[in-house]
């Protein structure tokens, strides 16, 4: 095997998670951030079963279970009235069916977690404050060329996120697609949350156009709270603070328990939600993509983060079965997973419809879907959290 690591552009629970994996494997590791601190936005992140596996594989489930809590139950109630639409158990019922738990975690926490079991390895290296600007494809390697100068390696993996630059030169099918929808996200603690707003649950309110997130984090002890709503005032990035005026407005007159939650928070983050069209290579050579870098996704099923890692534990199988051969790897990989991805994708921009839906559509959501059994949404989750092998491949 050569000397030469395999490089992986970014650090965020993509590149940690593939680190962690290749490293694992005995694979030598560069990763390269572009931020001079490594870190996580201050918010939450939901765990499926599928991620909670993929945490087993990659040794890191003690760590995650000590920062993570547990709902006991997934709900959407109407933005306006507060009739429940759906309600899902996550108990005993859930576990029994996906062999895991439902979790959400802190994001930081989840980062570190996987920064330092990756750091703990003596295969991976980590640079940050280094920005990779573009790659060449060697006869053995790449060249990845950096703003403080050229690095080689076996190969090169893009986990460099939504506006990936590995990516724009690799695929180079331009920016990503604006969706219209902002995001406002903040945390509160828990001592601010009334008791009846769900301490133990993950709650969506859904409104025309506008939906609220919220559940607990840390052990219980901070409180996670997200608004989307439609907007084309910002055509694309971001900006570091949301305008809480403007929220109030776009969620008045909805019921008072959303109005609460809005009004109790001063500061927001704010994003720019944006995804892409699927797509079903993303590896040529000796480099690939992976992550929100090869399908990102609106956040609406909360799998962003989960198909990330499930990517980078099918990657380091993959390496590891091809006797040295990465480019026989780099091209299956994508095989083993576009159709997953690619359903996550499609899924999502569906569920935002239905979360942000008005009129006979509203009206139809509220019939509908409160008919369901439980069984029955279990069984419409069985693609997601069971369609995957401890391997990361898709089982179509
Ligand atoms: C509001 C919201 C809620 C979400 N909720 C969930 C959820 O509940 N569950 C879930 O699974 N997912 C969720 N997601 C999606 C999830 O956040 C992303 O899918 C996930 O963070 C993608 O990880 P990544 O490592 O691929 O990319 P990123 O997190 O974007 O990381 C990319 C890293 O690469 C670095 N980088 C970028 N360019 C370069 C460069 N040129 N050189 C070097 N470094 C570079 C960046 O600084 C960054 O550290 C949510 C997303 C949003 C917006």
Same mark, same amino acid.
């Given at each position: 095997m050569s000397e030469l690591p395999i490089l992986i552009a970014g650090g965020g629970i993509g590149g940690f998670a593939a680190a962690l994996a290749l490293g694992r494997k005995g694979f030598p590791v560069k990763l390269i951030e572009q931020t001079r601190e490594f870190g996580e936005v201050g918010a939450g992140i939901q765990l499926g079963p599928n991620i909670m596996r993929m945490f087993d594989v990659l040794g890191v489930t003690k760590e995650i279970r000590s920062a993570a809590v547990y709902p006991d139950m997934l709900t959407m109630r109407d933005g306006f009235n507060g009739q429940p639409v759906v309600e899902i158990p996550l108990g005993k019922d859930f576990e029994t069916h996906f062999g895991r738990r439902y979790g959400v975690i802190f994001r930081p926490d989840l980062h570190n977690a996987l920064i330092e079991a990756a750091s703990s390895l003596p295969t991976v290296e980590t640079v940050s404050g280094v920005k990779v600007e573009g790659f060449r494809q060697k006869d053995n390697g790449v060249s990845v060329l950096t703003d403080a100068g050229i690095l080689d390696g076996q190969a090169l993996i893009g986990a460099d996120g939504l506006w990936s630059s590995v990516r724009s030169q &690799?695929?180079? $099918?331009g920016q990503p697609r604006v969706a219209g929808h902002i995001a406002y996200r903040a945390v509160l603690?828990? =001592? $601010?949350?009334? =008791?009846?707003?769900? %301490?133990?649950r993950v709650t969506l309110w859904a409104g025309p156009k506008t939906h609220l997130v919220t559940y607990p984090l840390r052990r219980g002890e901070i409180f996670n709270v997200v608004a989307v709503f439609h907007s084309d !005032?910002?055509? %694309?990035g971001w900006n570091v603070y949301g305008d809480p005026e403007e929220l109030a407005e776009r969620f008045s007159g909805q019921h008072p328990d959303v109005r609460s939650m809005i009004d109790k928070i001063e500061s927001w983050r704010m994003w720019v939600l944006c995804d892409r069209d699927p797509i079903s290579k993303w590896s040529d050579g000796r480099v690939t993509l992976l992550g929100d870098a090869a399908h990102p996704t609106l956040q609406y099923m909360a799998q962003g983060a989960n198909m990330a890692v499930e990517d980078a534990v099918c990657l380091a199988h993959l390496l590891a079965i091809c006797d040295g051969n990465i480019e026989r790897a780099f091209a299956e990989y994508p095989t083993k997973r576009y159709l997953r991805t690619a359903r996550v994708q499609l899924t999502s921009r569906f569920y935002g419809d239905i979360f942000h839906a008005a009129g006979p559509a509203r009206d139809l959501r509220n019939l509908i &879907?409160? !008919? !369901?059994t439980p069984e029955q949404a279990y069984q419409g989750m069985a693609w997601l959290y069971g369609g995957v092998t401890d391997n990361g491949e898709q089982i179509i």
């Amino acid at each position: 095997m050569s000397e030469l690591p395999i490089l992986i552009a970014g650090g965020g629970i993509g590149g940690f998670a593939a680190a962690l994996a290749l490293g694992r494997k005995g694979f030598p590791v560069k990763l390269i951030e572009q931020t001079r601190e490594f870190g996580e936005v201050g918010a939450g992140i939901q765990l499926g079963p599928n991620i909670m596996r993929m945490f087993d594989v990659l040794g890191v489930t003690k760590e995650i279970r000590s920062a993570a809590v547990y709902p006991d139950m997934l709900t959407m109630r109407d933005g306006f009235n507060g009739q429940p639409v759906v309600e899902i158990p996550l108990g005993k019922d859930f576990e029994t069916h996906f062999g895991r738990r439902y979790g959400v975690i802190f994001r930081p926490d989840l980062h570190n977690a996987l920064i330092e079991a990756a750091s703990s390895l003596p295969t991976v290296e980590t640079v940050s404050g280094v920005k990779v600007e573009g790659f060449r494809q060697k006869d053995n390697g790449v060249s990845v060329l950096t703003d403080a100068g050229i690095l080689d390696g076996q190969a090169l993996i893009g986990a460099d996120g939504l506006w990936s630059s590995v990516r724009s030169q &690799l695929v180079g $099918d331009g920016q990503p697609r604006v969706a219209g929808h902002i995001a406002y996200r903040a945390v509160l603690p828990i =001592e $601010d949350v009334p =008791e009846h707003m769900g %301490q133990h649950r993950v709650t969506l309110w859904a409104g025309p156009k506008t939906h609220l997130v919220t559940y607990p984090l840390r052990r219980g002890e901070i409180f996670n709270v997200v608004a989307v709503f439609h907007s084309d !005032r910002y055509e %694309q990035g971001w900006n570091v603070y949301g305008d809480p005026e403007e929220l109030a407005e776009r969620f008045s007159g909805q019921h008072p328990d959303v109005r609460s939650m809005i009004d109790k928070i001063e500061s927001w983050r704010m994003w720019v939600l944006c995804d892409r069209d699927p797509i079903s290579k993303w590896s040529d050579g000796r480099v690939t993509l992976l992550g929100d870098a090869a399908h990102p996704t609106l956040q609406y099923m909360a799998q962003g983060a989960n198909m990330a890692v499930e990517d980078a534990v099918c990657l380091a199988h993959l390496l590891a079965i091809c006797d040295g051969n990465i480019e026989r790897a780099f091209a299956e990989y994508p095989t083993k997973r576009y159709l997953r991805t690619a359903r996550v994708q499609l899924t999502s921009r569906f569920y935002g419809d239905i979360f942000h839906a008005a009129g006979p559509a509203r009206d139809l959501r509220n019939l509908i &879907l409160p !008919r !369901r059994t439980p069984e029955q949404a279990y069984q419409g989750m069985a693609w997601l959290y069971g369609g995957v092998t401890d391997n990361g491949e898709q089982i179509i």
